[in-house]
């Protein structure tokens, strides 16, 4: 199927026996749908990010060399690059012990392991600081015994372990997948050619993962260079100021001249590191060996001796970083105020009365709801279009449109979010949710359009080349066809999408205007605002009522 | 039932390689054409051309009188008329059986009734009737290619396409499949072109066989025509196994060259002067001596297949009488063999002029 060329029309009136001579125009139905994917593209991606590079263009440039943006600068580099090594570790090594050795219960190790990346990471942070913030149990008791505290989450060093406990199950995703796709008789060749197991392992199977390693760690680095929940929560009572923060309180009091044209050259910036890092993971794929596809399983490595150690250190470590925080937000949930040690006469409910029924919070909820369903309803549509027509048509702007669609979702939402404040006054989006919601639609898409374009790039071509040989026009091929066989995928993704975005805080604390507070500004300036408790038992309502979502949603992925 | 003709087709692809050149051939009113040779010939292009899924850069194809393509302009696939069978099946995952085969006739805009009484006759035909509402998850490989074919041949195409319909199945039900395929198409009168990479299949089921090398037609003909008189010594090496020798045949006869061989002029057919002869494995017959060392004897119904080492050649015959061992020291006995002009050994000339023999 070419694409069309008018050289090629049918002459009007040529008789034509038994045929009819059917005029192809140029306005066909697939013509249409394709021009409108890409003014899509170009509204959500192409303007504001290119309006965000005008903006900032070259004048600015000095201000990226000031104390405060080159600190700031640093702290995020250091703390990105070390917690993306941190994340490739524990996430490579998780995977390498659940996929390839028989450590029990591993169903459901894979499942705790993973469990962090569907907690949102401002949640994460309010959690630990339960756990292990200067009034935690632990640190009170380790006080009153050793006269300080033994770890606060605060600082630095916190900073990093929670975004590496919030990455590294996209790390662990990506090893995985790569090394379901190692086959196993590899390994097995390796045995017969003498080698032992643990050896066949780590000399065949683990260099066939460098790909997926190095790709993990670019991932990982790019999203945590500009997490604002994180560092916002456990970085700023530090003084610890990352490139997001600094934006956040740009922004919201204006502390430099111009601050929109300040912080679109932070964005600029960020952007380009992105974009560098979405080219190198490219080349990097493109350096990668190619896989047969192998039929047999890999065989578990036994264990042996080590087995039961093996399982006290996975184990405990994984309940670790995910039961013990929500078991901390649970308390902190069931306490008055901070501090308060938790005995029989402390529990109360006032906390959960209150983060219920404060104003906010319905509204915020509402505010949330309505959000996230109505971005998930447009990223479905066109989600469900691009993926589909860059799967299951064959032209030449298909890799662009495929690209240009999915490449918000290597990009911090710091950058998503500066780029639509830039250009928001000028379609008259200022201080409107809608600014939110179309930050949310640019964001998430990818998201849907990921999950068609899984599935479907499987399926032969040959699906609507049969449907045009029985009669069906290109346009109608693609409807009856293309699109229907795309649907369920393209839900799929947007439960995904409607789960993600309604307890979502970068882009909506940034974007914040008045009354449009959602539901993670509600429970971020609850927490800011001394109310910890009240922020711990709403985080704990959201998370539980998000993981049930999701686990309702998971078997209609499929 | 339909006549297609394609006259001087050229293919380019849109990285500027030539997929076919200067096709031209007459396909008869309800004739079985098979479409074989090595892949990258262009036998698919060439069938993908025909189906509207290809645009010719030059020439014109015409079915039944009408130009679907070339410089009058162009039809749509959709608007040509015809079946086709794909390689995988291509039955939608997302409709029931019956679904699947009543679309070519929903687009035709076929009442309801009419539809289901023709997607049932279709796919009694096939062989699964009472299909209709299963999944085609549940079926195997071979029921949703009788799907496809049911699909294919619904609302009465005039061509059936048929692009390696039957590759994709176990042998046994490729070869049930291949005779039922050619009772129905002979039984529906249909003009078919099928293309192939196994060569068996398509001297077994064609009224004609097209060879294609290189993007061009090499032979046209009856398959005993392209197995008993090869119109070159690629096509005899492609479709028969032929050993090919090169060599100087004169009155005298043939010998070649850096070979024992020697055949008396009388025993050759073709070109005189420097030639490639080839020898067909049929021409050749092997009993105890020391011409030859078996390098691999495969057992067969009809007389095993063996490969010999004859002075650095290699040559394939059939013995009937016994099996020889891998290792035996054989005699080579060739009592004919057919000779073609020296350059020809890659042939890739059109048809015209290579008509040798």
Not at chain 1, 161 to 174: D, E, F, G, T
Not at chain 1, 211 to 234: C, K, Q, R, W, Y
Not at chain 1, 288 to 305: F, I, K, N
Not at chain 2, 272 to 282: D, I, K, N, S
């Amino acid at each position: 199927m070419r694409s069309s060329s008018s050289t090629l029309l049918a002459e009007p009136g040529r008789p034509a026996a038994g045929l009819s001579l059917v005029r192809r125009r140029l306005t066909d139905g697939l013509s249409l749908v394709r021009l409108a994917a890409w003014l899509a593209v170009a509204a959500l991606v192409l303007v504001p990010f290119g309006s965000m590079i005008v903006l900032a263009g070259t004048e600015h440039l000095a201000t990226l060399f000031e104390g405060d943006v080159v600190e700031a600068g640093l702290n995020s580099l250091v703390s990105s690059l070390a917690s993306a090594l941190g994340a490739v570790l524990v996430g490579g090594a998780l995977a390498l012990i659940i996929e390839r050795t028989d450590i029990p219960g591993k169903g459901a190790l894979r499942l705790f392991a993973f469990s962090p990346m569907l907690v949102p990471p401002f949640v994460g942070a309010i959690s630990w600081v339960g756990l292990a913030g200067p009034a935690s149990p632990v640190n009170r008791w380790w006080r009153e015994q050793f006269g300080e505290p033994l770890w606060s989450v605060y600082g630095a060093d916190g900073v990093i372990m929670l975004l590496i406990v919030h990455s590294y199950p996209i790390a662990m995703l990506i090893i995985t997948a790569a090394l379901r796709r190692v086959p196993a008789d590899l390994e097995q060749a390796a045995r017969i050619a003498g080698a032992s197991a643990p050896r066949a392992m780590l000399t065949v199977t683990v260099p066939l993962l460098r790909g997926a390693v190095l790709s993990a760690f670019t991932l990982t680095a790019v999203s945590n260079l500009a997490d604002f929940g994180i560092p916002s929560i456990l970085g700023t009572p530090e003084r610890f100021t990352t490139l997001s923060t600094l934006v956040y309180r740009y922004i919201q009091s204006g502390t430099v001249d111009d601050p929109l044209a300040v912080v679109a050259t932070i964005g600029v910036v960020l952007l380009a590191v992105a974009l560098l890092a979405l080219v190198l993971d490219v080349l990097i794929g493109r350096t990668s060996v190619e896989l047969d596809a192998s039929a047999s399983p890999a065989e578990p490595l036994p264990l042996g001796r080590w087995r039961p150690a093996a399982a006290v250190l996975s184990w405990g470590g994984v309940l670790a970083i995910t039961l013990l925080p929500l078991l901390a937000l649970l308390e902190q949930s069931l306490l008055p105020a901070p501090g308060v040690p938790l005995t029989p006469e402390t529990i109360t409910t006032d906390s959960i009365e209150r983060a219920l029924t404060a104003s906010g919070t319905i509204t915020g909820a509402v505010t949330s709801i309505w959000l996230a369903g109505l971005a998930a309803v447009i990223c479905t549509v066109i989600g469900l279009v691009i993926g589909t027509l860059v799967t299951r048509t064959r032209a030449r702007d298909n890799r662009a449109l495929h690209t240009l669609a999915i490449m918000p979702q290597a990009i911090p939402g710091l950058v998503i979010a500066v780029a639509w404040l830039v250009i928001a006054p000028r379609i008259g989006l200022f201080n409107t949710p809608w600014l939110i919601l179309v930050a949310y639609v640019t964001s998430f898409l990818a998201l849907v359009v990921q999950s068609v374009h899984a599935p479907l790039s499987a399926t032969p071509l040959t699906a609507e080349e049969a449907a045009r040989v029985s009669g069906a026009s290109r346009g109608r091929a693609l409807l009856d066809i293309s699109l229907r066989m795309a649907m369920p995928a393209a839900i799929g993704g947007g439960v995904l999408v409607a789960l993600t975005a309604v307890r979502e805080l970068t882009l909506s604390a940034l974007l914040l205007s008045p009354g449009s507070q959602t539901l993670g500004v509600v429970i971020f300036s609850l927490q800011q605002g001394g109310g910890s408790n009240a922020a711990s038992a709403l985080a704990l309502i959201v998370t539980v009522v998000g993981l049930a979502g999701l686990g309702l949603a998971a078997p209609r992925r499929r | 039932m339909a006549t297609v003709s394609l006259d001087r087709i050229d293919v380019r692809f849109p990285d500027g390689t030539v997929g076919l050149r200067e096709i031209s051939l007459d396909v008869r009113d309800g004739e079985f054409v098979a479409l074989v040779g090595p892949s990258g010939s262009g036998k698919t292009t060439l069938l993908r051309a025909v189906a509207g899924f290809l645009r010719p850069a030059a020439g014109s194809i015409d079915i039944d009188g009408t130009v679907v393509a070339g410089a009058g302009g162009f039809i749509e696939p959709e608007h040509r008329g015809l079946g086709m069978v794909f390689q995988q099946h291509a039955v939608w995952p997302h409709w029931n059986v019956g679904r699947n085969v009543e679309y070519p006739l929903r687009m035709q805009r076929v009442p309801k009734a009419r539809r289901a009484a023709l997607t049932t006759a279709a796919l009694e035909r096939v062989g699964l009737g009472g299909y209709e509402r299963r999944d085609p998850a549940t079926l195997s490989g071979g029921q949703r290619q009788r799907v496809a074919l049911a699909r294919a041949l619904v609302a009465e195409p005039r061509v059936l396409l048929l692009d390696e319909a039957l590759s994709a199945l176990d042998e046994p039900l490729r070869d049930r499949l291949r005779l039922e395929l050619q009772a129905l198409t002979r039984e529906l009168d249909l003009t078919v072109i099928h293309v192939t990479h196994d060569r068996d299949e398509a001297l077994a089921l064609a009224d004609r066989v097209v060879m294609l090398d290189g993007g061009r037609i090499v032979q046209v003909g009856a398959p005993e025509d392209l197995v008993e008189r090869p119109a070159s010594a690629a096509v005899a090496r492609f479709l028969s196994d032929a050993a090919l020798v090169e060599g100087c045949l004169d009155a005298e006869g043939f010998a070649a060259y850096n070979h024992p061989l020697r055949l008396p002029a009388s025993a050759v057919a073709g070109a005189r002067g420097a030639v490639t002869l080839a020898v067909l494995p049929e021409a050749i017959a092997i009993e105890p001596g020391d011409d030859a060392v078996v390098t691999s004897s495969l057992y067969g119904r009809d007389g095993s297949d063996v490969v010999l080492d004859w002075a650095g050649l290699s040559v394939r015959c059939r013995s009937r009488a016994h099996r020889p061992s891998v290792g035996d020291r054989m005699r080579v006995v060739v009592d004919r063999a057919i000779a073609y002009p020296a350059a020809d050994v890659s042939a890739a000339r059109p048809l015209a002029e290579s008509v040798a023999a």
